[in-house]
């Protein structure tokens, strides 16, 4: 009827102005069925694997399928990651649904041990959920693209990535250190002495600006946001979709056997993921039930430009050494064998340059700007462009490895964490 065609067009356009080339590559949905009661089950168990000791946690690992993609013996790590693959079964994407009584709101939140218990299902339930949705969001640009690209890309693989991210506190490092360096030593016993080391990089002057133009106001609020304190650095995602569960955030303290943590609100509400966006740094800010969509560099290459990926970043929040970040992440892809299209067309991170960066400051006025200006070109220099990574021919596993490659590998730009 009309009714469900106005709301149809009013749906595509959203997601069109979001994801079109003149948007920013990131859409917020919002009203996902049972999304807030797994989130919440499952994001706190992120710091919890990730501060148990190694062989606990491979135990763990192995018992429930999952595996990680980061080195986690590394104790300086700033970024702990689990993984699963998912599969695709269009038929059985929600069929876990009918196994449950709907009773996960009344659940306890403070009951791990049970949720640790059943970590393996918690991992695949959302993660199809959220596999669904990024589907489902592929199928509505290809509407407005024109063709199927998008969503035949993803099911003709048939897979996802699933990763849960702890993001570590100053904290949760200096308790790794000390549990690696003193494995047998009682960590209460050095409580107070690790607390006033934590207090001396307590520095709330931080918060109030910086002269040296390392943190500095976003565009939309004037929220002030680093440049160069990150928990990941800036990239693209080279996928086609990648799908998050909005951040969980938690503050931390040592206890007396072992270190505690509760969920915590940030003063600026935002979720310290920020965008890079037409000459201007944007951090996004969305609600605890929202899933945020983003927009891969396979997914700019298939729609011929049409679509608009994301370059983004983590950051730290300033001043805060106990706060940690946890969040859920699925990555759509298409099959590795799937040759990618060479239509000669410059991604974002081209357009943006740093040959045409100076007009993002011109006449902008305060003082500082040249120091921002010099940090926001260290920002794109960091970027390999999409034309030294997409030759003609390559198929989207050749376009994957020269990607990383040029991120990380030997002569590379960036160092994984």
């Known amino acids: ?21 003149g948007g920013a590559g990131l859409l917020a949905v919002a009203g996902v069925p049972r999304a807030a009661a797994l989130r919440r089950r499952l994001l706190p168990l992120a710091r919890r694997l990730a501060l148990m000791d190694h062989p ?30 998912l599969r695709y079964d269009s038929g059985k994407l929600h069929s876990s649904d009918g196994e449950h009584n709907g009773d996960d709101d009344d659940d306890d939140d403070d ?46 693989f048939g897979s996802a990535k699933a990763r849960l991210i702890h993001y570590h506190s100053e904290l949760d490092n200096r308790i790794i250190k000390e549990r690696s360096s003193t494995k047998r030593r009682s960590l209460a016993n050095n409580a107070a002495a690790a607390a006033r080391r934590l207090s001396d990089h307590m520095d709330t002057g931080q918060m109030s600006g910086s002269e040296d133009g390392s943190c500095i106001k976003s565009a939309e609020e004037n929220s002030l946001i680093s440049l160069v304190n990150l928990w990941q650095e800036w990239h693209y995602d080279y996928g086609v979709l990648t799908v998050l569960t909005a951040p969980l955030f938690l503050r931390s303290a040592l206890g007396q056997e072992c270190p505690a943590s509760e969920e915590c609100s940030l003063p600026d509400g935002h979720s310290h993921l920020q965008l890079f966006n037409k000459r201007r740094i944007f951090s996004v800010r969305c609600s605890q039930e929202s899933f945020i969509v983003q927009v891969g560099e396979a997914a700019g290459i298939l729609s011929g430009g049409k679509l608009r990926s994301t370059l983004h970043a983590v950051s730290r929040p300033l001043g805060l ?17 799937k040759t990618l299209p060479f239509l000669g067309y410059s991604s974002a991170d081209e357009d943006d340059s740093s040959d045409h960066m100076e007009l993002a400051f011109r006449g902008d006025g305060p003082a500082g700007s040249c120091s921002e200006h010099i940090l926001m070109q260290g920002i794109l220099k960091k970027i390999p462009p999409l034309s030294s990574r997409l030759k003609e021919g390559m198929t989207f596993a050749e376009f994957s490895r020269q990607t990383t490659k040029r991120y990380y590998g030997g002569g590379g730009i960036q160092q994984k964490s």
């Open 1 to 21: 009827d009309s009714d469900t065609d106005g709301r149809r067009r009013r749906l595509l356009a959203t997601v069109w102005a979001a994801l079109g080339p």
């Open 56 to 85: 606990s946690r491979a135990h763990l690992l192995k018992k429930h399928g999952l595996g990680s993609d980061v080195p986690l013996k590394k104790p300086d790590r700033s970024v702990s990651s689990l993984a699963q693959l």
């Open 111 to 156: 009951d791990d041990d049970h949720d640790i218990e059943n970590l393996g299902e918690l991992f695949k339930e959302l993660g199809l959920c959220m596999m669904e949705l990024g589907i489902l969001v592929a199928r509505a640009c290809d509407i407005v693209i024109g063709g199927n690209q998008l969503e035949q890309s993803i099911t003709d």
């Open 321 to 337: 050494p106990n706060i940690s970040r946890e969040t859920f992440v699925v990555f759509l892809q298409p099959s590795w064998d």
